[in-house]
Nanobody, 115 residues
Framework: QVQLVESGGGLVQAGGSLRLSCAAS????????MGWYRQIPGKEREAVAT???????FYVDSVMGRFTISRDNAKNTLFLQMNSLKPEDTAVYCC?????????WGQGTQVNVSA
């Protein structure tokens, strides 16, 4: 079992920055993949940024060059540095981890970007 708790969301003006954190606990040594996803009302959940166990990263086109995913060496905290935020980045951001072929999700943290 893996537990994930996100933090760092909030309200920011367009052009501003936020840093999201995802604290993982439980069987963290078995985690092979982690990522940030967002849910915008009326739209499907989308993968924003992901990172594999060997450090390979993926970013959705809309955040390329603005967001950076990273994790600490012990793999117990995942980060998402979000710069140059836009109103269309407003969403609930969730952290996810895959461990032993099972997906785990956090509760999410709300990010609101005002124009």
């Amino acid at each position: 079992q893996v537990q994930l708790v996100e933090s760092g969301g909030g309200l920011v003006q367009a052009g501003g920055s936020l840093r999201l954190s995802c604290a993982a606990s439980g069987a963290i040594s078995s985690i092979s993949f982690m990522g940030w996803y967002r849910q915008i009302p009326g739209k499907e959940r989308e993968a924003v940024a992901t990172i594999t166990d060997d450090g390979t990263t993926f970013y959705v086109d809309s955040v390329m060059g603005r967001f950076t995913i990273s994790r600490d060496n012990a793999k117990n905290t995942l980060f998402l540095q979000m710069n140059s935020l836009k109103p269309e980045d407003t969403a609930v951001y969730c952290c996810s981890a895959i461990a032993r072929r099972r997906a785990y999700w956090g509760q999410g943290t709300q990010v609101n970007v005002s124009a």
